[in-house]
């Protein structure tokens, strides 16, 4: 089972992600978002920190989570490389997300994402496992 896939999109960016279970979609839609943002092969998971969200349902949940990582990468300068849900109930996720600050010599950043919408949100479960579907603004 393939991990994400980029969509294309008139006006914005998209990725599926998909996950046996749902912590796992979770995990890869942050690794799909991290793509766009940067190449995650030239980022060594050097320091670890700690992601958590609240939220009202598991999609607003998603959002929560993938805009928290997005904040870590604007306002302190991080780029990731991987991810890993702890905790995920209906109500709140927690995680680590393993990467390094942005290093101009050795980064070179995609995109520059602005926000993770709820446009065309979905988060569903499929007899393959979870399946998720997120657009941000660029």
């Known amino acids: 089972m ?4 980029i969509l294309e999109h008139t006006a914005d960016v998209g990725f599926e992600a998909f996950g046996s279970t749902l912590p796992e979609v979770f995990e890869n839609a942050a690794r799909a978002m991290a793509h766009l943002i940067a190449d995650p092969a030239t980022v060594r998971p050097v320091e670890e920190i700690q992601i958590e969200v609240l939220g009202t349902d598991p999609p607003d949940l998603l959002v ?3 805009s928290e990582i997005l904040y870590q990468h604007d306002a302190e300068r991080w780029l990731f ?3 890993k849900l702890t905790s995920l109930d209906d ?3 927690s995680g680590e997300a393993w990467g390094e600050k942005f290093n101009r ?3 070179r950043t995609k995109l520059q994402i602005k926000a993770v919408t709820y446009h065309q949100l979905s988060l569903q479960q499929t007899p393959e496992g979870w399946r998720a579907q997120v657009y941000v603004d660029i």
Do not use: V
């Open 81 to 83: 490389c991987d991810f």
């Open 91 to 93: 109500h709140a996720a």
């Open 105 to 107: 010599a050795r980064h």
């Open 64 to 66: 929560n989570w993938l």
């Open 2 to 5: 393939s991990r994400f896939r």
